[in-house]
């Protein structure tokens, strides 16, 4: 039998007879109506669970973890407000039931169920997973099982301080607001976990303000891997600038009051706390997991004894608040309506097609408000010398500075953070100065952590910013790759577009550094980033360029709502000459701030019979082959295309009309680099011949072979002569 047949005809039989587990009385503020409404989501919490099993058996619905022994969870939920941020645990539908019953007009057992079903009519995610979560109810939806929603959680919370000084035009959170993020103890124990918790420490510690409660839900076991006793109270109970507080969270009155007293603590003192509630695992991790296979019968069996509801029932029975027939009358009625709930449910149209599932992988736009520009005093006044500068050709660092300066002008509610961002203006001076023009509430040097630099973020465009995080290095963002993939880029997706984070991130990288740092500060791989669906992806070659792509990355953050990622190529941060010392080739001067390079809008130079398509470090060196390959005769047109994602294909098609064949020069790897996929649409879309000249398949060394396994001016030399089979 299944085991949640087994707790479901244990609790019938034994409040029945009375016989309930021993335990605390009800001691604590909560009041009789509150306590029954906690039980009541509890019991529709455990037979949505029920429910979703047989649903699942019988192929009526879909893969699913449950959150029965986790319905303390329902207390939590009473005991903040409906206005609090939720970043939920898998196992939290008792959070959602209860605080479902505190939102007149929504209905959990009916959009729950559409969820567990993959309905086209799940009010979350229109059929695309099984997750938590609810625009009503101010809970983004969360699919991880490893804590990846804990940075923004603090991102989120760091922002309520900031949008009180300055509120962004589209603030989601109250002024008074708290966060709430959950999460289980083996989840606790995740690189991610850890370094969000130790960021909410660190901001704490020097009192900035963090209305963050950490939640962390203590079964005792990870899947199959059993949590050490006592080890997350060891872990977290005296970290400096967290407070910490604790409850048995199989009983609902000293959960709610910890609860309580914890929440209270946050909103008032504007400090992280963290809540440990011990709790029991029923049923095994998820649907399809048998714990029987890992676990001695007498372990789940005495999970299964401590059943939570038991202890409700028993609690509000000694409290007088119901009776024992009243407790199973609430019990059977959930009972009764999940059942008659699902028979419908599995009716619904589900999603069918490609072009379905993939609706909601672009944000839906939203109104902003148009601006006119500063005020040109005020703009003059924060330039200040610079402005005397603008009509002299400039390299590209200082390009994309001055656009900065200009964007966080227009729209003050752009906020910079990253490591060294601040007081020192970046590792190559990139955002020299704009601390002392916009202050560190808008330039935040962050600790060294790339998951916390991107879930500040994440965390931050949830109440409405736009963040522009900067990581160092390209080769840095695989420690935080997930942040960008499993939450920026899904939150559109899992919630149908009514969740977005939008921001732009700004990475240095690609190769060509001279002799510095090798491999990891040299990368020459998009290949992190050019598979995630969804997201926007700049490249520019030249300082000008940058200021106006960069200007359209904003607009596309701020209005589409897009995650838009800029990889600025460090080697052409200080560019200035081209073919000779001191020529000045490959600067420009500042673009009026009104001038764009268009989403797919592609760069080309000459018109010649050879293409040479390429982007980056490649499109200088392929201006520098130019000039040798017109000495020998060929001339040439080349095709700058500016976005890696999405491919501007139109662009591509239309620059290259007229000419004879196609080199693309791709300074990443040969092996998932941009030319397999430059390669592939060529030979599906045009008929000229082409061919690619690619980085090798290797790390960059240091030293004087630092370019030796890139693209040159000479291989590019070699290859169109090769290509065209001139001398």
Same mark, same amino acid.
């Given at each position: 039998?299944?085991?949640?047949?087994?707790?479901?005809?244990?609790?019938?039989?034994?409040?029945?007879?009375?016989?309930?587990?021993?335990?605390?009385?009800?001691?604590?503020?909560?009041?009789?109506?509150?306590?029954?409404?906690?039980?009541?989501?509890?019991?529709?919490?455990?037979?949505?669970?029920?429910?979703?099993?047989?649903?699942?058996?019988?192929?009526?619905?879909?893969?699913?973890?449950?959150?029965?022994?986790?319905?303390?969870?329902?207390?939590?939920?009473?005991?903040?407000?409906?206005?609090?941020?939720?970043?939920?645990?898998?196992?939290?539908?008792?959070?959602?039931?209860?605080?479902?019953?505190?939102?007149?007009?929504?209905?959990?057992?009916?959009?729950?169920?559409?969820?567990?079903?993959?309905?086209?009519?799940?009010?979350?995610?229109?059929?695309?997973?099984?997750?938590?979560?609810?625009?009503?109810?101010?809970?983004?939806?969360?699919?991880?099982?490893?804590?990846?929603?804990?940075?923004?959680?603090?991102?989120?919370?760091?922002?309520?301080?900031?949008?009180?000084?300055?509120?962004?035009?589209?603030?989601?959170?109250?002024?008074?607001?708290?966060?709430?993020?959950?999460?289980?103890?083996?989840?606790?124990?995740?690189?991610?976990?850890?370094?969000?918790?130790?960021?909410?420490?660190?901001?704490?510690?020097?009192?900035?303000?963090?209305?963050?409660?950490?939640?962390?839900?203590?079964?005792?076991?990870?899947?199959?891997?059993?949590?050490?006793?006592?080890?997350?109270?060891?872990?977290?109970?005296?970290?400096?600038?967290?407070?910490?507080? @604790? =409850?048995?969270? #199989?009983?609902?009155? *000293?959960?709610?009051? &910890?609860?309580?007293?914890? +929440?209270? !603590?946050?909103? %008032?003192?504007?400090?992280?706390?963290?809540?440990?509630?011990?709790?029991?695992?029923?049923?095994?991790?998820?649907?399809?997991?048998?714990?029987?296979?890992?676990?001695?019968?007498?372990?789940?069996?005495?999970?299964?004894?401590?059943?939570?509801?038991?202890? @409700? =029932?028993?609690? #509000?029975?000694?409290? *007088?608040?119901?009776? &024992?027939?009243?407790?199973? +009358?609430? !019990?059977?009625? %959930?009972?009764?309506?999940?059942?008659?709930?699902?028979?419908?449910?599995?009716?619904?149209?589900?999603?069918?097609?490609?072009?379905?599932?993939?609706?909601?992988?672009?944000?839906?736009?939203?109104?902003?408000?148009?601006?006119?520009?500063?005020?040109?005093?005020?703009?003059?006044?924060?330039?200040?010398? *610079?402005?005397?500068?603008?009509?002299?050709?400039?390299?590209?660092?200082?390009?994309?500075?001055?656009?900065?300066?200009?964007?966080?002008?227009?729209?003050?509610?752009?906020?910079?953070?990253?490591?060294?961002?601040?007081?020192?203006?970046?590792?190559?001076?990139?955002?020299?100065?704009?601390?002392?023009?916009?202050?560190?509430?808008?330039?935040?040097?962050?600790?060294?952590?790339?998951?916390?630099?991107?879930?500040?973020?994440?965390?931050?465009?949830?109440?409405?910013?736009?963040?522009?995080?900067?990581?160092?290095?390209?080769?840095?963002?695989?420690?935080?790759?997930?942040?960008?993939?499993?939450?920026?880029?899904?939150?559109?997706?899992?919630?149908?577009?009514?969740?977005?984070?939008?921001?732009?991130?700004?990475?240095?990288?690609?190769?060509?550094?001279?002799?510095?740092?090798?491999?990891?500060?040299?990368?020459?791989?998009?290949?992190?980033?050019?598979?995630?669906?969804?997201?926007?992806?700049?490249?520019?070659?030249?300082?000008?360029?940058?200021?106006?792509?960069?200007?359209?990355?904003?607009?596309?953050?701020?209005?589409?709502?897009?995650?838009?990622?800029?990889?600025?190529?460090?080697?052409?941060?200080?560019?200035?000459?081209?073919?000779?010392?001191?020529?000045?080739?490959?600067?420009?001067?500042?673009?009026?701030?009104?001038?764009?390079?268009?989403?797919?809008?592609?760069?080309?130079?000459?018109?010649?019979?050879?293409?040479?398509?390429?982007?980056?470090?490649?499109?200088?060196?392929?201006?520098?082959?130019?000039?040798?390959?017109?000495?020998?005769?060929?001339?040439?047109?080349?095709?700058?295309?500016?976005?890696?994602?999405?491919?501007?294909?139109?662009?591509?098609?239309?620059?290259?009309?007229?000419?004879?064949?196609?080199?693309?020069?791709?300074?990443?790897?040969?092996?998932?680099?941009?030319?397999?996929?430059?390669?592939?649409?060529?030979?599906?879309?045009?008929?000229?011949?082409?061919?690619?000249?690619?980085?090798?398949?290797?790390?960059?060394?240091?030293?004087?072979?630092?370019?030796?396994?890139?693209?040159?001016?000479?291989?590019?030399?070699?290859?169109?002569?090769?290509?065209?089979?001139?001398?």
């Amino acid at each position: 039998m299944d085991r949640a047949d087994i707790v479901h005809n244990a609790f019938v039989k034994r409040v029945a007879a009375g016989d309930f587990p021993a335990g605390a009385g009800p001691v604590g503020p909560l009041s009789a109506t509150d306590g029954v409404a906690i039980f009541h989501a509890q019991c529709l919490s455990r037979n949505l669970d029920r429910r979703s099993r047989k649903m699942q058996t019988a192929g009526q619905g879909f893969y699913t973890i449950g959150s029965s022994g986790h319905e303390g969870m329902a207390a939590v939920a009473s005991a903040l407000r409906t206005d609090d941020m939720a970043f939920l645990h898998y196992r939290d539908g008792a959070f959602q039931t209860q605080r479902s019953a505190m939102v007149p007009g929504t209905t959990p057992a009916w959009d729950m169920l559409l969820s567990f079903s993959t309905a086209v009519s799940d009010p979350l995610s229109g059929g695309r997973h099984k997750v938590l979560g609810s625009k009503a109810l101010n809970i983004p939806p969360q699919t991880s099982t490893i804590a990846s929603h804990l940075p923004k959680a603090v991102g989120a919370a760091y922002s309520i301080g900031l949008a009180r000084r300055r509120p962004p035009e589209h603030k989601v959170l109250a002024d008074d607001g708290i966060v709430m993020c959950s999460f289980g103890d083996a989840s606790a124990n995740h690189s991610t976990a850890q370094g969000a918790i130790n960021s909410a420490c660190w901001t704490s510690y020097q009192s900035v303000p963090l209305p963050l409660l950490f939640v962390c839900e203590d079964n005792g076991i990870g899947i199959s891997t059993r949590t050490p006793d006592g080890w997350i109270a060891a872990n977290f109970a005296h970290k400096p600038g967290l407070k910490y507080f @604790s =409850a048995n969270g #199989l009983d609902i009155f *000293d959960t709610y009051r &910890a609860a309580s007293e914890a +929440a209270e !603590y946050v909103r %008032t003192r504007k400090k992280p706390a963290f809540l440990h509630l011990s709790l029991v695992r029923l049923y095994g991790h998820a649907g399809a997991d048998l714990q029987q296979s890992y676990l001695a019968k007498s372990v789940f069996e005495a999970w299964e004894d401590n059943d939570p509801l038991l202890h @409700s =029932a028993r609690l #509000l029975i000694e409290s *007088d608040a119901i009776t &024992a027939d009243e407790a199973l +009358a609430i !019990y059977q009625a %959930t009972e009764e309506q999940c059942t008659r709930v699902a028979t419908e449910v599995i009716k619904q149209p589900r999603l069918q097609t490609a072009s379905d599932v993939m609706a909601s992988l672009i944000p839906p736009k939203r109104n902003c408000k148009l601006t006119n520009g500063p005020d040109p005093d005020i703009r003059a006044r924060v330039f200040g010398a *610079d402005m005397k500068q603008m009509n002299a050709p400039q390299p590209m660092s200082r390009l994309i500075n001055w656009a900065m300066t200009d964007l966080m002008l227009d729209y003050p509610e752009i906020v910079c953070m990253g490591e060294d961002v601040g007081r020192k203006g970046g590792v190559y001076g990139v955002t020299q100065k704009l601390c002392d023009r916009f202050g560190s509430n808008r330039m935040i040097d962050t600790l060294l952590d790339e998951q916390s630099i991107l879930g500040l973020a994440i965390g931050m465009a949830h109440n409405g910013f736009i963040p522009m995080p900067e990581i160092q290095f390209l080769a840095y963002l695989h420690n935080a790759e997930d942040q960008i993939r499993g939450e920026a880029a899904t939150l559109p997706f899992f919630s149908n577009g009514q969740f977005t984070n939008p921001m732009v991130l700004r990475v240095a990288g690609l190769g060509y550094q001279k002799g510095f740092g090798g491999h990891f500060h040299n990368d020459n791989s998009l290949a992190v980033l050019r598979d995630i669906p969804g997201i926007v992806i700049a490249c520019p070659s030249h300082g000008a360029d940058a200021a106006k792509m960069l200007r359209t990355c904003v607009r596309l953050a701020r209005e589409e709502q897009r995650v838009v990622v800029m990889v600025e190529p460090i080697a052409l941060y200080p560019m200035r000459d081209l073919h000779d010392e001191k020529d000045g080739a490959w600067m420009d001067q500042y673009p009026a701030p009104d001038q764009f390079i268009d989403l797919g809008e592609v760069g080309v130079t000459g018109d010649g019979p050879l293409a040479i398509v390429t982007y980056g470090n490649g499109h200088y060196l392929s201006h520098q082959a130019a000039k040798a390959l017109k000495a020998k005769g060929i001339e040439t047109r080349i095709i700058d295309i500016r976005w890696i994602a999405p491919m501007p294909v139109d662009g591509i098609l239309a620059a290259i009309d007229g000419a004879e064949k196609v080199l693309i020069v791709d300074e990443c790897r040969g092996t998932g680099g941009q030319s397999e996929a430059l390669l592939s649409m060529l030979t599906e879309r045009s008929h000229l011949p082409a061919t690619r000249l690619a980085a090798e398949d290797s790390f960059i060394a240091t030293g004087p072979a630092y370019a030796a396994t890139m693209p040159s001016q000479v291989s590019i030399i070699e290859a169109a002569t090769k290509l065209l089979g001139a001398k």
